[in-house]
């Protein structure tokens, strides 16, 4: 029977587990380093959400045949080693029987807009921390009646789109992949340069790849209309994050919130040296979250068996 490694397993489906017990025999982590290199010396299947997995780690997994992560991205993973090792990784890019019925991503977009536009962590640490009671001091901003840019037009910008254009939002989307007449009506589907000097909002649903890395860099920050937002739950290396910092400092933009980050890991060491988080300390029109868009009890519940599923089917198939 296989052996599976579930290293990322806090809140794991148990069905999703059951059917692991049920190929084979599982040891369920977290685990710091060291013990996980132990567990992986005779792993065949490793189960993971978004912890790296890199040459290094994976030279300590001899017999692993398979990489299991219930994501649609893959840049946490090594993919030219698991080529070159034989090794399956299992996700969920291109499941759309799936995908299409998860919806935490583009709540957690549409939830980080109305903290910044209604300045919500920072009202909250004003009556919190501080006791104080000061409506003015937080006179926030609507989505209604806001031209709001969604750059990328595929699973999780048209339900960001529908959103805003429920809350009374004009829409304007670039992808370069579609044309007028694949776009809904009402929404206006224009070049990524045309579309940044226009809208008030700016969020970002691309995939990440060699042309979209660094996609908002200075150039793209100084075409965004002057006290403007701007939101990315996609990947953060789409965004030149000091790039990001300087339109910020000096009052270009009105406000930004990220979910992603430049070189993430779990134990948040990208952040030592961020000046982002430093920053962030102090003003409270800049918002960071730790990557947790897709981090619902329901939708990471439906993914995690999705995949377990998937691995049924192609350990089967071999």
């Given at each position: 029977?296989?052996?599976?490694?579930?290293?990322?397993?806090?809140?794991?489906?148990?069905?999703?587990?059951?059917?692991?017990?049920?190929?084979?025999?599982?040891?369920?982590?977290?685990?710091?380093?060291?013990?996980?290199?132990?567990?992986?010396?005779?792993?065949?299947?490793?189960?993971?959400?978004?912890?790296?997995?890199?040459?290094?780690?994976?030279?300590?997994?001899?017999?692993?045949?398979?990489?299991?992560?219930?994501?649609?991205?893959?840049?946490?993973?090594?993919?030219?080693?698991?080529?070159?090792?034989?090794?399956?990784?299992?996700?969920?890019?291109?499941?759309?029987?799936?995908?299409?019925?998860?919806?935490?991503?583009?709540?957690?977009?549409?939830?980080?807009?109305?903290?910044?536009?209604r300045r919500l962590p920072a009202a909250h640490a004003h009556v919190?921390?501080?006791?104080?009671w000061e409506r003015e001091r937080f006179i926030g901003r609507e989505?209604?009646?806001?031209?709001?840019?969604?750059?990328?037009?595929?699973?999780?910008?048209?339900?960001?789109?529908?959103?805003?254009?429920?809350?009374?939002?004009?829409?304007?989307?670039?992808?370069?992949?579609?044309?007028?007449?694949?776009?809904?009506?009402?929404?206006?589907?224009?070049?990524?340069?045309?579309?940044?000097?226009?809208?008030?909002?700016?969020?970002?649903?691309?995939?990440?790849?060699?042309?979209?890395?660094?996609?908002?860099?200075?150039?793209?920050?100084?075409?965004?209309?002057?006290?403007?937002?701007?939101?990315?739950?996609?990947?953060?290396?789409?965004?030149?994050?000091?790039?990001?910092?300087?339109?910020?400092?000096?009052?270009?933009?009105?406000?930004?919130?990220?979910?992603?980050?430049?070189?993430?890991?779990?134990?948040?060491?990208?952040?030592?040296?961020?000046?982002?988080?430093?920053?962030?300390?102090?003003?409270?029109?800049?918002?960071?979250?730790?990557?947790?868009?897709?981090?619902?009890?329901?939708?990471?519940?439906?993914?995690?068996?999705?995949?377990?599923?998937?691995?049924?089917?192609?350990?089967?198939?071999?």
């Amino acid at each position: 029977m296989a052996r599976f490694v579930i290293h990322e397993s806090d809140g794991y489906s148990q069905e999703a587990l059951d059917i692991y017990r049920r190929l084979g025999t599982i040891a369920v982590g977290p685990w710091e380093e060291t013990r996980l290199e132990k567990e992986l010396a005779d792993a065949e299947v490793l189960v993971i959400r978004l912890g790296k997995i890199n040459a290094t780690l994976l030279s300590k997994a001899p017999r692993l045949r398979f990489i299991a992560s219930p994501t649609t991205g893959l840049d946490h993973i090594d993919l030219a080693e698991t080529e070159r090792r034989g090794i399956c990784v299992v996700s969920l890019k291109g499941c759309r029987d799936i995908t299409e019925k998860i919806y935490a991503t583009s709540e957690h977009t549409i939830a980080l807009i109305l903290a910044l536009l209604r300045r919500l962590p920072a009202a909250h640490a004003h009556v919190v921390r501080d006791g104080g009671w000061e409506r003015e001091r937080f006179i926030g901003r609507e989505i209604s009646g806001k031209t709001f840019g969604i750059v990328g037009y595929g699973r999780l910008g048209s339900r960001v789109a529908m959103i805003a254009q429920a809350m009374g939002a004009r829409l304007l989307a670039t992808d370069p992949i579609l044309t007028p007449d694949r776009i809904p009506s009402g929404i206006t589907l224009l070049p990524l340069d045309q579309l940044l000097p226009q809208a008030d909002i700016v969020s970002v649903h691309v995939s990440l790849t060699p042309e979209t890395e660094d996609l908002f860099d200075e150039r793209a920050f100084a075409m965004m209309r002057k006290d403007s937002f701007f939101v990315n739950t996609s990947r953060g290396q789409i965004v030149h994050e000091e790039a990001l910092l300087h339109a910020l400092e000096t009052g270009w933009l009105a406000g930004a919130a990220l979910d992603v980050m430049r070189g993430e890991d779990a134990n948040g060491s990208h952040l030592l040296s961020s000046p982002l988080r430093e920053y962030a300390k102090t003003h409270d029109h800049l918002l960071l979250t730790p990557h947790i868009g897709g981090a619902t009890r329901e939708s990471m519940a439906l993914t995690e068996i999705a995949i377990a599923e998937e691995v049924t089917k192609q350990m089967a198939s071999l």
